[in-house]
């Protein structure tokens, strides 16, 4: 009777193991059932939409949905220059626009560099076009005793030389007369020193200087330095254009 009574209850306890693992084998299947269905059920238009590729909006960049994200739709990234995407340029990167490099430290550049600058600034030196000049000045009559810059012209002095004999008074006189005001403006008086060996009362002079006369001013040599000869005070310099 006692083997009967074991032999029951071990039935019993096997039954029971049984019906929990059926119980857990059907919650199981329902639960796959319920996410086999959520996938299969068409969605409505709402749903579709949202998955939708989003078009890129003008000025900044798309955020991407949901679905996107986790990848069943398209990303896309808009580079602006509110939005911009950093890059690293490889090989020949064309530039165009305004370029401000900001770097206080120097900046190593290798191989060759070509700047293009379509807008020259173009500088006008007038000293480039000189044109050399001599000047004789007179007082009797054989060279002209006055002599005017001409028009658009600017004259550098740049030296004075002179010579006679039986000279009276060894000093030369220039004075230049200004064009607006018809004054002198500027008188000059050049020295001259004695010929050794040379008679009577022979002069030389030679002096390095250096002044302007404009366009009108108007030269005119005095009466120092005037011999039996009145040979020319010569005036050595150039022209060029007035600024």
């Not at 409505?44 to 939409?49: K, L």
């Not at 530039?95 to 070509?114: E, K, L, Q, W, Y």
């Not at 005001?181 to 002096?207: D, I, T, W």
């Not at 006369?213 to 005037?226: H, K, N, P």
Request: aromatic fraction near 6%; hydrophobic fraction near 40%; charged fraction near 15%.
């Amino acid at each position: 009777m006692q083997k009967s009574d074991s032999t029951d209850r071990a039935h019993e306890i096997r039954s029971i193991r049984l019906h929990d693992r059926s119980l857990t084998l059907k919650v199981a299947l329902v639960a796959a059932g319920i996410v086999i269905g959520a996938t299969a059920i068409p969605r409505g238009p709402a749903a579709a939409e949202n998955d939708a590729p989003q078009a890129p909006k003008a000025g900044g960049n798309t955020q991407p949905s949901a679905s996107g994200l986790l990848g069943l739709g398209d990303v896309f990234v808009t580079n602006d220059s509110a939005h911009p995407v950093p890059t690293m340029a490889t090989g020949t990167t064309p530039i165009s626009g305004s370029v401000t490099v900001a770097n206080p430290n120097p900046i190593p550049v290798s191989g060759s560099v070509t700047i293009a600058n379509h807008n020259p600034v173009v500088i006008a030196d007038p000293e480039l076009a000189r044109e050399p000049t001599r000047i004789p000045l007179g007082f009797y009559g054989d060279y002209p005793t006055i002599y005017d810059v001409p028009a658009g012209k600017r004259l550098v002095v740049e030296f004075i030389s002179a010579w006679d004999s039986d000279v009276a008074t060894p000093l030369w006189d220039l004075v230049v007369v200004d064009a607006g005001s018809g004054h002198g403006r500027v008188r000059y008086q050049f020295v001259g020193e004695p010929v050794p060996g040379c008679s009577p009362s022979c002069y030389v002079l030679n002096q390095a200087i250096h002044f302007y006369a404009d366009e009108g001013d108007r030269l005119i040599r005095g009466a120092g330095g005037v011999g039996t000869e009145d040979l020319p005070l010569n005036i050595t310099g150039y022209f060029i254009d007035r600024p």
